[in-house]
């Protein structure tokens, strides 16, 4: 019997503790900001400016350290998380790069291919091998900037090309 008793006499104490008030909360959080830990004389200091029990401040910096824990976690979640999206587009922009760069290596691996057909099955004119696979670098008359060279700057062009070709093949 004395047990129960007992328990409501402390049910009864919680039941008595006073909410703090607005004006309270302001000074405790002042307080917290410059330190959040509490030595033993600041929290009796406090308790004594409050008019409220060392305890219950003591329980008010507890609680608030927790809940400042908690907000510092959810904002090093939040940045963790920008940077991974970041990341992930950044990720993405890359991958579409790669996919267009694998394509223009294919153009140019069947572009050369077709200069080199080309070449092996015309044995004379290397000028015009050129200009028609390269169309879009000839002028309307059909002569390439390397038609001024002759036949040793067609020739140069075509070595340029291979060289060229051997160099993306050996980045893939």
């Known amino acids: 019997m004395d047990f129960f008793q007992t328990s409501s006499n ?10 703090l008030t607005q004006d309270q909360v302001k000074l405790l959080e002042r307080s917290f900001s ?6 033993p004389d600041r929290k009796l200091l406090l308790a004594k400016q409050l008019g409220i029990p060392a305890r219950q401040v003591a329980i008010w910096y507890q609680n608030k350290r927790a809940r400042w824990k ?10 963790i998380q920008m940077r991974l999206d970041t990341a992930l587009a950044e990720k993405r922009r890359l991958e579409k790069d790669v996919e267009r760069l ?4 294919n153009r140019a691996h069947e572009l050369f291919l077709a200069l080199n057909n080309q070449r092996q099955q015309v044995s004379g004119d290397n000028h015009a091998v050129v200009c028609s696979v390269f169309s879009s670098s000839c002028d309307q008359e059909g002569a ?29």
């Open 10 to 19: 402390n049910m009864k104490f919680h039941h008595n503790k006073k909410r």
């Open 34 to 39: 410059s330190n959040n830990k509490l030595e």
């Open 70 to 79: 908690t907000q510092s976690l959810e904002l090093g979640y939040n940045a």
């Open 102 to 105: 694998k394509e223009e290596l």
């Open 144 to 172: 390439t900037s390397s038609s001024l060279l002759g036949d040793q700057g067609v020739n140069h062009e075509i070595k340029d090309y291979e060289e060229l070709y051997a160099c993306l093949i050996g980045m893939q």
